[in-house]
Each structure stands twice: as C-alpha cells, then as structure tokens.
C-alpha cells in the first residue's frame, strides 16, 4: 500500500484513498457511493483551494500597504489635474468604479485589522444616578419603515415603558429591545415627561440611525417562539376604524378571504400576525378570535349587529383554522 509523506496534502490524499478503493460484495452500495463521492471535482477543487490557503496562512504574509484607499485618491486627484494620455484616462476609468473602490476599502480594513464595530459614544449628559449595569444605551438604524414597537405610560410612576414589539420589525430584528424596558431617552432627547404620541412624532420623524436611553425590565420576557397558526379572515378589517385599538398605526388591515398567519398570540386582545404572500415582513395587530367575538356579541346585544339566526347568510366568526 502507498505510503503518503508529511508534505503530502488534502489533494494527494483524497486521490490516493480513492485508487485504494476495491470492490466489496457485501457492501457494494456503500462502496459506489463513497466513489462516487471522492470522484467528485468540486470536492477535489475545494480540497486544492483549502491547501493553497493553508499555504499562504503559513508563509504569514504582511500587507505591503494598509492605505490603499488613500493612494487612490491620490492618483486619482494627481490624474484629474493634469493632461492625460488614453492609457492614464483608462486608468483614471478604472480607479474610479465602485466596485474596485470598495475592495480597497476592504482591503484597508483587513490590513488595518479594523474588524471591532464602532460604538457611539455616551451622551455627555449621561445621568450618574443610574449604576452602571442599569441603563443600556442601544442604536438601531431603519429606513422609512416603522421602529416596529409600541409604548404606554405606567399609571403609577409615569415612566415610559415598552408595550409591545411588533414582529418582523426593526426593533424585534436588533434583539436589544424587550417588552418591559423603560424608555429615558429618544437621540438625546429626554422623554420622561413625553406623551407617548409626542414621543412616536420624534421616532417617525428619524431616519438612519436612533440612538435609544434604555433601562432593562427586571425580569425580560422570553422570546416569543414562532408560530405556525395560519387564519382565514371571515370579514374585513380596517384598524384605523377600529377606536379600541391600542395603536392605528400599528394595525394590520386585511380584507375576507385573506390568509393570515398569526405569529404571536401573547396578548389575549390583540394578536400579531401577517398576510400571507405580504412582501412586509412586520407583523401587525388584529383583534384575537374571543375579543372579536365578545364584541359582536356586545353589539348584537344593544341592537347595532344583526343576529346571524335572523339573516340568511350567517355572518362569521373572526377567523377559522385551515386545515
């Protein structure tokens, strides 16, 4: 049997394995399948590539320059300035598409070994009454799509508290955002003594980045697992001609006959859900199946919804389970 030396590679082993294969009548399936396997190019391409880049990480190669970005700016600048020949205009051409641009970047990131993100800084104003573990400073950034989160005020000590987390949205996608966190402050804007829709008017007014004065709910809630609970509507909903609706904005329109997947069913008034086939993936709220029909039952009390016995066609629940 051929003996493999210590220089030997992946590559050399793989080919020297599969020469080593010999028919087998009790295993006959195993054996053609591992063939197969071992013949395969892209495995014996993979293998090649893992040895060249085993290679170059032993010779421990050094950048010859950590600011490549720098230096072509510079030529660039060097070149506008003066007349150009074709091939210096080519050049020019060249050095200017983004796309070899952003490889410098990269390239100055990898060489600079500038891997760590960069935090913001601590407001100057930052409060030292609060310890240390107590209050977490949190960014996100989000486009012209919604925070993705509601807030109410506590009764009691007035403090502005995280109600709900709509999910899908860009607060439920960072994870730092709990239902229970007390709100300090919005971009450096104190909130305290905020309306909560005075406070929804600073975040829908922000874009790109905002930076969040957190103090972390004593006992954060689990993470909601995700659900697989799909509904039909039986009627149409508009939230913002719902009045008992914790938040309009928050709310999720849908028509009847639109399949609805529920992904939170925490709150036993307002569930979360989405349409399906919806491009947005933020979730909304609709009302859950037994507030719905507490009040149709409240209404066909005072006389203002039909009894669905007196009518032909029966009017529905809120939703019916697919099978």
Not at 17 to 25: G, K, V
Not at 106 to 131: E, G, I, S, Y
Not at 156 to 175: F, L, P
């Amino acid at each position: 049997m051929p003996v493999l030396s210590e220089d030997s590679g992946l590559h050399e082993t793989l080919a020297l394995l599969t020469s080593q294969l010999r028919p087998d009548s009790n295993h006959k399936e195993e054996m053609g399948f591992l063939k197969d396997v071992f013949s395969e190019k892209s495995l014996s391409y993979l293998m090649k590539i893992h040895e060249k880049l085993r290679h170059y990480e032993r010779q421990s190669p050094t950048p010859v320059l950590h600011s490549a970005a720098g230096l072509v700016e510079d030529v660039i600048e060097e070149l506008q300035t003066a007349p150009v020949n074709n091939e210096e205009k080519e050049l020019l051409q060249l050095l200017s598409t983004p796309h070899l641009r952003a490889m410098l970047v990269v390239h100055d990131t990898v060489a600079q070994k500038n891997f760590d993100p960069v935090l913001p800084p601590l407001p100057d104003n930052f409060d030292d009454d609060f310890d240390e573990e107590s209050v977490k400073i949190v960014r996100l950034v989000k486009n012209k799509e919604p925070l993705g989160a509601t807030i109410r005020r506590d009764e009691h000590t007035g403090a502005v508290i995280v109600a709900r987390i709509m999910r899908g949205g860009a607060a439920d996608r960072s994870g730092l955002v709990h239902v229970g966190d007390e709100l300090r402050e919005v971009n450096g804007i104190a909130v305290l003594h905020k309306r909560p829709e005075e406070i929804s008017q600073i975040l829908a007014q922000s874009q790109g980045s905002i930076t969040l004065k957190i103090i972390p709910a004593i006992k954060e809630e689990d993470r909601l697992k995700d659900s697989k609970v799909f509904m039909r509507a039986l009627f149409c909903y508009n939230p913002k001609e719902d009045r008992a609706i914790p938040c309009q904005e928050a709310g999720l329109p849908f028509k009847r006959r639109h399949i609805l997947e529920v992904v939170s069913q925490d709150d036993p008034t307002w569930w979360q859900a989405k349409r399906v086939g919806d491009t947005n993936l933020r979730a909304g709220l609709i009302p859950s199946k037994q507030f719905q029909e507490r009040r149709l039952m409240y209404r066909r009390s005072i006389g203002t919804q039909p009894n669905p016995r007196t009518v032909k066609r029966p009017l529905c629940k809120s939703a019916q389970f697919l099978k």
